[in-house]
């Protein structure tokens, strides 16, 4: 008997259930001790069943949270990679100024302030693509709102977009008569022009000039003046004009080579343009005047007496010069007049300070289209000047 629990109980602890072990339970039949065994066997199987149908279902769940992570993270890279862009040419307009040295990070910075663009980004990036960002002219462009980056880049490259008032100042005009045409042109009060005008000062006019008038430095040439901008910014745009010819040409260094000095070159320079209506008689007239101011002879020049009656407010035509009491009439005072009495343009600029060699001391009208014969005597200039005016050739 003793033997028989003996040997029911030998073998390790870990082959007998916690609960059917003999030493925490009491001790039962050999056949109730292989039932309980059965028992437990079924139990790790079906423990082992459900793991291995809720393993699948874990594994599931797990590639599903993995999935919206990574679409998360997709979303998330996207959103810092993707450029934010309109589409399409957008809608309605406004005004964008490009400032001159302005690069497509200051553009784009206007467009989006403008609500141009939805980003800087979308305008740089179409400009880097369009390979035309340096075509972009400075100025005030009409351009789409809400506009896609591309859109925005090909309105400010399409020259009609630009809104310009186009101003051409010609050649011989008095500043009286530049000023005039600026007001009309661009909109602004003549008085605001004339006003700026008289800031000689601050003009920015070369040195050696000494001014005190603007007369003889409103450039002639054609000038695209922006919606928006001042009757000082004009004015400093056509005397910015005259400094850079006055450099390109060389001509105050061409004035103290011939003995005078720039302003009395520039003088010169207005006279001529205000008498020769072809460049060939330019550098003849330029000597006449220098060959009568070295006699000390009255220029006796219609140019200046015009301008003399004008400033007078006296119609030229109907006036005798020689009752006009001004330094300007060319009748009655020797040497030059002491300012210049219009805007040379480059031609005259230069026939100043390169006249032609020659004694003459006279010219008239040659022909009706207003070619100018030369001479050194007064008797051969009074038969032509008889011709001219039998002719009606426009001689007083």
């Not at 400033?311 to 010069?321: R, S």
Request: charged share 20%; with cysteine.
């Amino acid at each position: 008997m003793n033997e028989e629990r003996t040997r029911e109980v030998e073998g390790p602890f870990s082959d007998h259930p916690d609960d059917d072990h003999p030493l925490f339970g009491s001790v039962e039949p050999t056949a109730q001790v292989a039932g309980s065994r059965q028992r437990s066997q079924r139990r790790q199987k079906s423990r082992r069943k459900r793991r291995h149908r809720i393993a699948p279902l874990i594994a599931f769940v797990v590639i599903l949270v993995l999935i919206g992570s990574s679409y998360a993270l997709v979303r998330s890279i996207r959103a810092d990679f993707v450029t934010p862009d309109y589409q399409g040419a957008g809608q309605g307009s406004t005004r964008v100024k490009v400032a001159p040295g302005d690069g497509a990070d200051d553009i784009a910075a206007t467009m989006l302030k403008a609500g141009v663009v939805k980003s800087t980004r979308a305008f740089v990036n179409a400009a880097k693509k369009s390979g035309r960002s340096s075509d972009i002219q400075p100025g005030v462009y009409k351009v789409p709102l809400r506009a896609s980056g591309a859109a925005a880049v090909t309105a400010v490259l399409n020259p009609a977009n630009k809104l310009v008032s186009q101003v051409t100042i010609r050649e011989g005009l008095s500043e009286t008569q530049v000023l005039s045409q600026l007001a009309s042109k661009t909109g602004l009060p003549l008085a605001q022009l004339s006003a700026a005008a008289k800031q000689v000062a601050n003009l920015g006019l070369p040195a050696a000039y000494k001014p005190t008038t603007a007369e003889g430095f409103l450039y002639p040439s054609t000038y695209d003046i922006d919606p928006g901008t001042s009757a000082e910014a004009v004015i400093q745009t056509l005397t910015t004009q005259f400094g850079a010819e006055d450099a390109r040409l060389g001509f105050q260094a061409a004035a103290k080579a011939i003995g005078l000095t720039p302003y009395q070159a520039l003088i010169i320079a207005s006279i001529v343009e205000g008498e020769a209506k072809f460049d060939a008689d330019r550098a003849k007239v330029t000597r006449v005047i220098l060959n009568r101011i070295a006699k000390h002879r009255p220029l006796q020049i219609d140019a200046t007496s015009v301008y003399a009656a004008r400033i007078a407010g006296i119609d030229p035509a109907k006036v005798n010069f020689a009752t006009i009491n001004s330094p300007y009439n060319g009748y009655t005072h020797v040497g030059l007049p002491p300012t210049p009495i219009n805007s040379p343009g480059a031609t005259s600029l230069q026939a100043a300070v390169h006249p032609a060699a020659g004694s003459w001391l006279f010219y008239v009208n040659g022909d009706a289209a207003g070619h100018l014969s030369f001479f050194t005597d007064e008797a051969s200039f009074v038969v032509a000047a008889n011709v001219c005016r039998a002719k009606g050739w426009g001689c007083a």
